[in-house]
């Protein structure tokens, strides 16, 4: 089993990326957030989850050991797959705390794919990871971007709306500017990026 990979990235589409490693070049799944992470033609470390099946042989890359802790807790779920378990590895984690707070499954029905009864299943099973092992839930500074959104929520809601995946709407999110104080503001700016 591959727990981790250090090599040259080559980015492919915006979920998948190639590490060259000693001439030969793993195929590696990512989230959204990590693919805009990675630079091209530089060196990276990726934590891997090697996902074996009779018909299938995946890699799932992280840039943390919570992350990949984290998707482990997903695809360990009944009804989540690895697909599904990459798209909600993308949702910021203080998000996913505060949907654990206050226990709405909203935000995770909004990812495409997982349903209401699914999303409350999640969520009690993230309030005891959560009470069990609060580090997972930790953002790595200097890894990834601040984490804001009290009010992304209402964005995300806004965008799915309008017919855009989860993917792309976390996408945009990260980078917007942090004086956007209202929803609309945010909304606004979020469509001029999509």
Same mark, same amino acid.
């Given at each position: 089993? =591959?727990?981790?990979?250090?090599? =040259? ?6 979920? !998948?990326?190639?590490?060259? %490693?000693?001439?030969? $070049? +793993?195929?590696?799944?990512?989230? *959204? ?17 090697? +996902? %074996?099946?009779? /018909?299938?042989?995946?890699?799932? $890359?992280?840039?943390?050991?919570? @992350? ?47 349903? &209401? &009864? ?12 959560? !009470? &069990? ?7 790595? #500074? ?5 984490? #804001?959104?009290?009010? /992304?929520? @209402?964005? *995300? @809601?806004?965008?799915?709306?309008? $017919? +855009? ?8 999110? &990260? ?20």
């Amino acid at each position: 089993m =591959i727990a981790t990979l250090r090599g =040259i990235v080559h980015r492919q589409s915006s979920e !998948e990326v190639t590490i060259e %490693v000693g001439g030969i $070049g +793993y195929r590696v799944l990512v989230p *959204i957030t990590v693919w805009d992470e990675l630079q091209d033609e530089q060196e990276a470390l990726l934590h891997i989850h090697t +996902y %074996v099946r009779e /018909d299938r042989f995946d890699l799932f $890359g992280f840039l943390t050991r919570n @992350d990949k802790a984290l998707f482990e807790r997903f695809i360990n779920m009944s009804g989540i797959g690895p697909r599904h378990a990459l798209e909600l590895s993308a949702v910021p984690k203080s998000l996913l705390m505060q949907a654990i707070g206050t226990q709405e499954p909203k935000l995770l029905t909004s990812v495409k794919g997982i349903g &209401k &009864k699914t999303a409350e299943k999640l969520l009690v099973d993230l309030k005891s990871l959560a !009470e &069990k092992q609060p580090e997972i839930f930790e953002v790595e #500074r200097g890894k990834w971007k601040e984490e #804001r959104g009290l009010h /992304d929520q @209402d964005v *995300i @809601d806004a965008l799915k709306n309008l $017919g +855009y995946d989860t993917s792309s709407i976390m996408n945009v999110l &990260k980078d917007l500017p942090s004086d956007l104080e209202t929803s609309e503001e945010r909304v606004a700016a979020a469509l001029k990026q999509i």
